[in-house]
């Protein structure tokens, strides 16, 4: 801020007011029209701070800014106001806007589901670096939830082009409403020559190359200059951005727009930095249409989804591909018995737990049966004869097969004499001794080889006398 020679103080009106709420935002960046800038540091350095801090209700104040209510139109559009100088909090000093209401308007909009839709009302030349990039974040996120506009009266300029840029569309009021200003700026004075001819000299005590740079009475170096001017490049490179992602511009294109000029409305259109220029009713109608559409889109996906979810959820049937991949060890038969009934998952399992059941009980009695038999030949207190006598050339008895496989069948004898009591060893030698053909075949079959065959005919008469029953 600005003073002149004769008017000269190391403290500005506004540093002196240490009691004023949120006093501290007027000293970072601005994002503003200098005009308006200008006109605002007259106006603080003509103000009694005194009277104007008496006169004024802080409390009710401080509550306007933590206000989140705004007007809603009857076809559901909130209006929400962008007015005066942006800044984080609300000042008595200035007016303006602060941007952590709008900020809270927004989310209490998109909440609603009585609101439609979104208006964003600009008059603003811009404000503080602080508080508009969250603010142009917060546009875009309402934008991508709920159809929102800006619409500008008269004025946009600066960081108001930053969050206007956000919303879907962008109009003006008319011709003569001004919109741009794309740039970042702070001020620094160098006072070193008026306190020298005040006859004072200025000692700064500092740890740290740039601390304390531009205090009062101090000369302003080239290093201090560069600094500040790296920090003005930084926030400037962010807005540029942020403006281009906005308006769907080329970067490069963004940067040629954002040379500090302010244009006339229908200039902006050209440059595309408008979308046009109308009345509010204009932009108001537009909008309520986009909501219309926006809506009746969202019941039909609502409507689509649920017809495609419970068509999703209708039980499906099974291909044969399906049904061998969820029984492998199920029949050819089975499997296609419950292709051809158009079964579904859960047709399918039960009717395979079904099947299983079902074998399972048919197993249990064919062991049953088989039990009682043994049993019955057990108790007849010897071996049940398993073949069935026939002339042999020499004429005595020979082994026949009853089922065709020697080693079940002699398997079937020594289990019937274990039932009997006996053990495994004592069985087998009890059915070799009263079936001897039978013991044959049955080594014969495991062991199948000629010299193997030759070598138990030899022997099978003395390993059978070593073994005790």
């Known amino acids: 801020m600005t003073t002149d020679d004769r008017d000269f103080q190391f403290t500005t009106p506004i540093a002196a007011a240490a009691d004023l709420p949120y006093v501290e935002q007027y000293f970072g960046f601005w994002a503003v029209l200098e005009d308006a800038f200008r006109a605002a540091v007259d106006r603080v350095q003509g103000i009694d701070l005194h009277a104007h801090v008496t006169a ?15 007007p809603t139109t009857a076809s559901g559009v909130a209006l929400i106001d962008v007015r005066g100088m942006m800044m984080k909090h609300a000042s008595s000093l200035s007016g303006g806007t602060s941007t952590i209401r709008v900020r809270r308007q927004l989310r209490a909009a998109v909440r609603d589901p009585d609101v439609a839709a979104i208006l964003l009302r600009w008059d603003s030349p811009g404000g503080t670096v602080a508080g508009t990039m969250d603010l142009a974040r917060e546009i875009k996120r309402a934008a991508e939830q709920k159809p929102l506009f800006s619409f500008v009266e008269d004025l946009a300029a600066s ?14 009021n008319n011709s003569t409403a001004l919109y741009g200003s794309i740039g970042t700026y702070t001020m620094v004075e160098d006072s070193s020559r008026a306190a020298e ?19 009062p009475g101090t000369e302003i170096t080239d290093d201090q200059l560069a600094e500040w001017q790296r920090l003005i490049d930084s926030a400037n490179d962010q807005f540029v951005a942020g403006f281009a992602e906005g308006r769907g511009l080329d970067l490069d294109r963004a940067r040629q727009l954002a040379d500090g000029r302010a244009h006339p409305a229908a200039a902006a259109v050209e440059l595309g930095m408008l979308d046009g220029v109308q009345t509010f009713e204009e932009t108001l109608a537009e909008l309520e249409s986009a909501a219309a559409t926006t809506r009746r889109k969202a019941s039909a996906m609502t409507k689509d989804t649920i017809e495609t979810t419970a068509e999703e959820l209708k039980p499906q049937a099974l291909t044969i591909a399906e049904l061998k991949a969820m029984f492998p060890n199920a029949s050819a038969e089975f499997v296609l018995e419950l ?19 079902a074998e399972a009980e048919a ?9 009682e038999k043994l049993q019955a030949e057990a108790n007849k207190g010897g071996v049940a004869p398993l073949t069935k006598p026939a002339a042999s ?8 097969d009853a089922s065709g496989d020697p080693v079940a069948d002699f398997d079937a004898a020594v289990r019937a004499q274990v039932a009997a009591g006996k053990n495994r060893i004592q ?7 009263a079936h001897p053909d039978l013991h044959v075949a049955f080594l014969h079959a495991t062991n199948p080889t000629r010299l193997a065959g030759r070598l138990l005919d030899e022997k099978y008469d003395n390993d059978l006398d070593g073994v005790q029953s």
């Open 56 to 70: 004024q209700n802080l409390d009710d104040l401080a509550a306007q800014g933590r206000s989140a209510e705004y």
């Open 159 to 172: 960081a108001a082009v930053w969050g206007s840029s956000q919303a879907d569309r962008v109009y003006a």
């Open 197 to 215: 001819a005040l006859g004072v000299r200025v000692h700064v005590i500092k740890a740290g190359a740039f601390k304390a740079a531009g205090a």
């Open 339 to 357: 292709a051809e009934k158009g079964a579904t998952r859960e047709q399918a399992q039960l009717a395979r737990i079904a099947e299983l059941e």
């Open 363 to 371: 197993k249990e009695k064919a062991h049953a049966e088989e039990r």
């Open 393 to 400: 050339a020499a004429g005595g008895d020979q082994y026949v």
């Open 427 to 433: 069985a087998a030698a009890t059915v070799a001794r």
